[in-house]
């Protein structure tokens, strides 16, 4: 079905692209009917992933007589939010000393235990909600597999105590401890925090658009938002479509990756590719050697990262960057994959867990995830212009939505609360680069990135210089 190099074993049923996995697995869901013309709402949210449906929700929890509506551009859970790694995670993205500059150092430890909570909040709601997402609280392992990889493992645990997570939040793991929940090739060392849950991520968006529906808000799909305007001379912010304008008190944007289509918004974040593969079933014989019992997530700690999962169907779902950035801001919205990047992730499948080497892919994709300039997510509502925003979450998307969505919804509501004085609320990032100055640097960015992991693996015992490098140019 596709150009995949030869000798990565593939099922007969080998698919590439195709929205996700994920969606291979229940179906793409049945198309909500588009906007019939204009209309006038409260609020009006440009984008139907995980923040914009997690903001509905909560607003319409909060408040049952708002007139809400999402607008999305193909289906709700067609972007990220149903194409991710399955992560619930409590890491958040960005640097935390960028974060403590805006309110101080306590504002950035109370955002990191709020993305404790988030994540069992994600867990109550769809529990409360009867949302069946292959939820599984397993935790978080970070594996290193060299020196470098060690020294920079403990210096991130070390780190960490200094912003929140205290001994039951993050740990080095015992070396027995570490090979009796998984067995990683290579493994010099491993971290452990419980804050993390395994999820199928279409389940969960598919359930929580459901949810959102039978509140009473209005999901209109095969909808393209254009434009979005701030309020003029006393009237109402809008969302300007192909099929009509969209009046509102407050016009909430949340497209993360797909941000650059809006007009006047190309430079806001950057759409960052990320890619997966996912195997077939692995048998228990293999699974006897890979162990894996617990269901944690897996990181390595490579600067070109893998991150994977232990389905809940004895699969293991393995992502990373593969070809990072489409020049002028491009998207692939049928998220076929690049044969070099199936490569890549099969080859690293292998290299950490060599008993998965005669197991088969079965499939392929990629989708596209928000970078702002200082690779810090945020979230923003200005009362005057009726215009609010929230994204940028850089891979960690899938908790981070939530706090964004219960955020958003004090902000709106004109709330003084906890949230509404986190740290990454009102955060104004500068821009990126235009082009060709933006694909330039993405490519030498992950270009010294591999560089630095090729020279930590075969001698380095510190971080590479390119990696160093690499991250001063990125702004991160």
Known sequence: MCSVNKGIPLTKDFANGGVSFWYRQIGLPARRPALPGPRDYDVAIVGGGYTGLWTAYYLKQADPGLRVAILEREFAGFGASGRNGGWLSAEFAGSRKRHAKARGRQAMIDLQHAMFRSVDEVIE???????????????????????????????????????GYGADDVRLLERDEQRERVQVAGALEASYSPHCARIQPAKLAVGLAGVVARMGVDIFEDTTVTEILPRRDGGKASAVTTRGIVSADYVIRATEGFTASLAG???????????????????????????????ELLEDEAHAYVYAQRTADDRIAIGGRGVPYRFGSRTDRRGATQPQTVELLWRMLVKLFPAAADVRVEHAWCGVLGVPRDWCSTVHLDHASGLGWAGGYVGSGVTTTNLAGRTLRDLVLRRETPLTRLPWVGRQVRQWEPEPLRWAGVQLIYALFRAADRHENERGTATSAYARLGNLISGR
């Open 265 to 295: 918004q190309h430079r806001q974040w950057l759409p960052m590719n990320s890619s997966m593969i996912i195997t077939e079933p692995l048998p228990s014989e293999v699974w006897k050697h890979i162990g894996w019992q617990g269901n």
């Open 125 to 163: 709601v769809a529990r409360a909600e009867g949302i069946d997402a292959d939820l599984h609280k397993g935790g978080l392992i970070h594996v290193a597999t060299n020196p470098a990889q060690r020294r920079r493992l403990r210096a991130g645990v070390a780190d960490l105590r200094a912003w």
